[in-house]
């Protein structure tokens, strides 16, 4: 058995020390010491293509936004499944994930960046789904660990109240969100939901056969309709309600 080889090292948007390590032809991305990535773990970045993009079959010229390059399997998986006339707008953060793409990862799915389609924006995603009003046909979301940050708190605002009222306001009619995350989330639900969106939930497979480890895509759209069939529907919950028998006075001036 090979060792494990440590290719590159860089600095992690929160402070942390991001590391690459290569182990018989697999890679692993890690962060203060915690796997973030693994190359042979990539069957929910591809799902979360494939529920996100699912609504665009027959479009011509669809206009998609990913949020969070990873190893590029999203990005891959999108490009195959969309027309040769779709437009891929890719935002990406850490410098160093960009390039350890174009010099390692892109013997793992064809040199994505490489096609013309893709429009690669580095800065913050945030900013960049701010500045855009009806542009996109969908939103995919995979930055950080999900709405649970892990390598910065600052991904947090992405997935607030806010963040997702902006990812709304950038999504063209007929449009949809997709969120991955490593977790479960009640409250992100909610705010998805608190957002007027209708929502479902996927419970997907990190790796292809798994059955014992999972990851999970929300797909959300203003438009139920349109939502992939097969998953879960969250509901909303009630806001409080005074209880039976008691009527709320307005104060005594």
């Given amino acids: 058995m090979?060792?494990?080889?440590?290719?590159?090292?860089a600095r992690a948007p929160g402070g942390g020390v991001m590391e690459l390590?290569?182990?018989?032809?697999?890679f692993t991305i890690q962060v203060n010491g915690q796997d973030l990535m693994l190359s042979r773990q990539h069957e929910s970045e591809l799902e979360l293509a494939r529920l996100g993009c699912a609504h665009l079959s027959g479009r011509k010229s669809p206009n998609i936004l990913i949020g969070g390059l990873g190893m590029g399997y999203t990005l891959r998986q999108a490009l195959d499944i969309l027309g040769l006339n779709a437009r891929v707008v890719v935002g990406e953060?850490?410098?160093?994930?960009?390039?350890?793409?174009?010099?390692?990862?892109?013997?793992?799915?064809?040199?994505?960046?490489?096609?013309?389609?893709?429009?690669?924006?580095?800065?913050?995603?945030?900013e960049l789904i701010s500045r855009s009003k009806a542009c996109f046909d969908a939103i995919l979301l995979d930055i950080d660990n999900g709405p649970r940050a892990m390598t910065d708190s600052g991904n947090?605002?992405?997935?607030?109240?806010?963040?997702?009222?902006?990812?709304?306001?950038?999504?063209?009619?007929?449009?949809?969100?997709?969120?991955?995350?490593?977790?479960?989330?009640?409250?992100?639900?909610?705010?998805l939901m608190t957002c007027r969106f209708h929502v479902t939930?996927?419970?997907?497979?990190?790796?292809?056969?798994?059955?014992?480890?999972?990851?999970f895509v929300w797909v959300a759209s203003?438009?139920?309709?349109?939502?992939?069939?097969?998953?879960?529907?969250?509901?909303?919950?009630?806001?409080?309600?005074?209880?039976?028998?008691?009527?709320?006075?307005?104060?005594?001036?």
């Fill in 156 to 191: 947090s605002r992405l997935y607030s109240h806010e963040g997702i009222q902006a990812c709304r306001r950038a999504l063209r009619e007929r449009g949809c969100l997709a969120v991955w995350s490593a977790e479960p989330d009640k409250n992100f639900e909610q705010i």
């Fill in 201 to 215: 939930r996927f419970r997907v497979p990190a790796y292809k056969g798994s059955k014992s480890e999972s990851r």
């Fill in 21 to 26: 390590y290569q182990h018989d032809g697999d």
């Fill in 222 to 253: 203003e438009d139920k309709k349109i939502l992939p069939p097969g998953g879960g529907e969250p509901r909303l919950k009630p806001r409080n309600e005074p209880k039976a028998g008691h009527r709320r006075f307005p104060k005594k001036r």
């Fill in 93 to 126: 953060l850490v410098y160093a994930i960009v390039e350890w793409n174009r010099e390692f990862f892109g013997k793992l799915n064809g040199q994505p960046l490489a096609d013309e389609r893709v429009d690669l924006r580095e800065g913050d995603v945030v």
């Fill in 2 to 9: 090979n060792p494990r080889v440590k290719l590159a090292t």
